[in-house]
């Protein structure tokens, strides 16, 4: 089980981001939470890492604190919730504001997340409403919505639109969504960002 990395962050594009450990290159998948707030490439960066096997892939999911990492495992526990659904959860609204939904019972609100129906939603309610008021009590949590993104791609806007559709909305809505998130100037993580805060809404 690799439950941590500590190296050089050699590659970031969302949702994937590499790290050289002592000369082995580690692909990661990580949610935009993450992202925000990754430093530089070529910089040393530290994540939480979750490992999981399936018959027909291994996957390794990067995360920057903790919180994120115990929320992504967490969302998993409720039936018909993968990976994909766990980290649209946390790219789309963060811990502070997923558990600010859940204790609300705001199912329209949760419904607005890539893959989270009406009954998904009433579901992930009813069965995380208790250890979220338990595990992350509103205003405590950290790796919300705020951070800010480093480093600038060649073209912003392609790669937030890319990163849009792998976390789960169609191509011609990423499109909308990351062309009215744009200005001039802004990197992909602050499109992203922009677009994600407006879909919420």
Do not use: C
Not at 114 to 143: C, D, F, N, S
């Amino acid at each position: 089980m690799i439950g941590r990395l500590k190296g050089i962050l050699v590659h970031k594009q969302p949702p994937w981001l590499v790290v050289d450990v002592h000369g082995v290159g580690y692909e990661l998948e990580a949610p935009m939470s993450t992202f925000y707030d990754l430093p530089a490439v070529g910089s040393e960066v530290s994540l939480f890492t979750h490992y999981a096997q399936k018959e027909d892939s291994v996957s390794l999911y990067g995360f920057l604190g903790e919180p994120e990492r115990r929320l992504f495992r967490d969302v998993q526990r409720v039936s018909g919730i993968g990976a994909k659904i766990a980290l649209a959860v946390l790219s789309g609204a963060g811990v502070d504001e997923f558990a600010r939904m859940v204790q609300a019972g705001d199912v329209a609100a949760l419904t607005r997340i890539p893959g989270i129906g009406k009954k998904t939603a009433e579901r992930i309610i009813v069965e995380l409403r208790e250890r979220m008021a338990q595990m992350y009590p509103v205003g405590v949590a950290g790796a919300g919505m705020e951070g800010g993104g480093h480093g600038a791609a060649n073209d912003p806007l392609s790669e937030a639109t890319v990163a849009l559709q792998q976390l789960g909305y169609k191509p011609a809505e990423a499109q909308r969504m990351a062309k009215q998130a744009f200005a001039e100037g802004d990197v992909a993580e602050t499109i992203i960002r922009k677009a994600l805060q407006s879909a919420l809404r």
